[in-house]
């Protein structure tokens, strides 16, 4: 069963930074791209950043390029997402998301963690 | 890029009624890049249509998907208390993803 489980949200002051974790199992980690989105409370979702299985490949919103990173440790099945400058506005929920199944012609993510809370606030 | 525009933004139903939600690019897009999800409150968005037609696995044949160039539909033939929820359709393009504002289907 793949599992994704999101942790390192919680309250920051503008400004600062905060790293945010993705553990993977059930499915082998290495082989698949990893995403980023976002839900603002009440709003719809938002991508923020993707990374390919070996890393050689990453992109980002326009909203987050320049002060988000994405990253991946394969050897730990993790994803990771270091968040600097955080603003009011990267208030949100956010999730994991798997890409899709080897070989397929289609884009679209299958599976999606339950996410974390991030809250930018003085 | 591509903004995908959905409508109506609520669409009020009750259950057995047949529903139709439609997502528009503001450009002709591959249909193998638009894809479907729903949300339920409280959870995580479910992967429902990729592909624009075609449903994931465990999704009910009361789903369907169709649509090519600007405008794709997501249709839900007979809604069951379960299908109340938010829809987004998705789509991929010049190295970005991009989502739809979303629909809530709500009963009626």
């Known amino acids: 069963e793949v599992q994704l489980v999101e942790s390192g949200g919680g309250l920051v002051q503008p400004g600062r930074s905060l790293r945010l974790s993705c553990a993977a199992s059930?499915?082998?980690?290495?082989?698949?791209?990893m995403h980023w989105v976002r839900q603002a409370p009440g709003k719809g979702l938002e991508w923020v950043s993707g990374i390919s299985w070996n890393s050689g490949s990453i992109g980002y919103a326009d909203s987050v390029k320049g002060r988000f990173t994405i990253s991946r440790d394969n050897a730990k099945n993790s994803l990771y997402l270091q968040m600097n400058s955080l603003r009011a506005e990267d208030t949100a929920l956010y999730y994991c998301?798997?890409?899709?199944?080897?070989?397929?012609?289609?884009?679209?993510?299958?599976?999606w963690g339950q996410g974390t809370l991030v809250t930018v606030s003085s | 890029e591509i903004v995908l525009t959905q409508s109506p933004g609520t669409l009020s139903l009750s259950p057995g009624e047949r529903a139709t939600l439609s997502c528009r690019a503001s450009?002709?897009?591959?249909?193998?890049?638009l894809t479907w999800y729903q949300q339920k409150l409280g959870q995580a968005p479910r992967l429902l249509i990729y592909?624009?037609?075609s449903r994931a696995t465990g999704i009910p044949d009361r789903f369907s998907g169709s649509g090519s160039g600007t405008d794709f539909t997501l249709t839900i033939s007979r809604l069951e208390p379960e299908d109340f929820a938010v829809y987004y359709c998705q789509h991929y393009g010049s190295s970005l993803w991009t989502f739809g504002q979303g629909t809530k289907v709500e009963i009626k």
């Open positions: 592909g624009a037609s």
């Open positions: 059930g499915f082998t980690f290495d082989d698949y791209a």
């Open positions: 998301a798997k890409d899709r199944e080897l070989g397929a012609t289609e884009y679209y993510f299958d599976y």
């Open positions: 450009q002709s897009v591959s249909s193998n890049y």
